[in-house]
């Protein structure tokens, strides 16, 4: 059984210690078929970068959708407190109006109780008149 990684080493001709292996920039290059380990490699954080990419888009949206969440939350809690503030004024305004229609009857109830004597005594009055005004 072959392996399936052909490995060439490098040496660093600039370096004493002669490090055999320092990934890319030593020289190590390992052949799996027609592809290097860089082209692997960058093909791996490639599609890695795309990936996070695609889930920083993702994120980036629920964000958008959070916000947007938030904001028809907030319009709505505006609504309802002009609702609230609404519905409170219309109650205040309804109380005033009953206030005013229960002193309105009490007033009713004097006023008409004054023109019952008021009309009695301009009936006695008439009367007397009348029958003064015939008998002379």
């Given at each position: 059984m072959q392996p399936s990684c052909r490995c060439v080493l490098r040496f660093q001709s600039d370096n004493s210690d002669l490090h055999p292996f320092i990934p890319f920039t030593s020289g190590f290059v390992c052949v799996r078929g027609s592809k290097s380990v860089f082209q692997e490699s960058q093909k791996f954080f490639e599609e890695t970068s795309q990936q996070k990419d695609m889930e920083?888009?993702?994120?980036?949206?629920?964000?958008?959708?959070?916000?947007?969440?938030?904001?028809?939350?907030?319009?709505?809690?505006?609504?309802?407190?002009?609702?609230?503030?609404?519905?409170?004024?219309?109650?205040?305004?309804?109380?005033?109006?009953?206030?005013?229609?229960?002193?309105?009857?009490?007033?009713?109830?004097?006023?008409?109780?004054?023109?019952?004597?008021?009309?009695?005594?301009?009936?006695?009055?008439?009367?007397?008149?009348?029958?003064?005004?015939?008998?002379?």
């Open positions: 920083l888009q993702s994120l980036k949206d629920m964000v958008r959708a959070q916000d947007a969440s938030t904001s028809e939350k907030g319009a709505k809690d505006q609504q309802l407190s002009e609702k609230d503030a609404t519905i409170k004024t219309l109650t205040e305004q309804w109380k005033m109006t009953s206030e005013q229609m229960r002193i309105m009857q009490e007033n009713f109830a004097t006023m008409e109780e004054r023109w019952r004597q008021e009309k009695s005594q301009l009936q006695v009055l008439f009367v007397l008149v009348f029958h003064f005004v015939w008998l002379n």
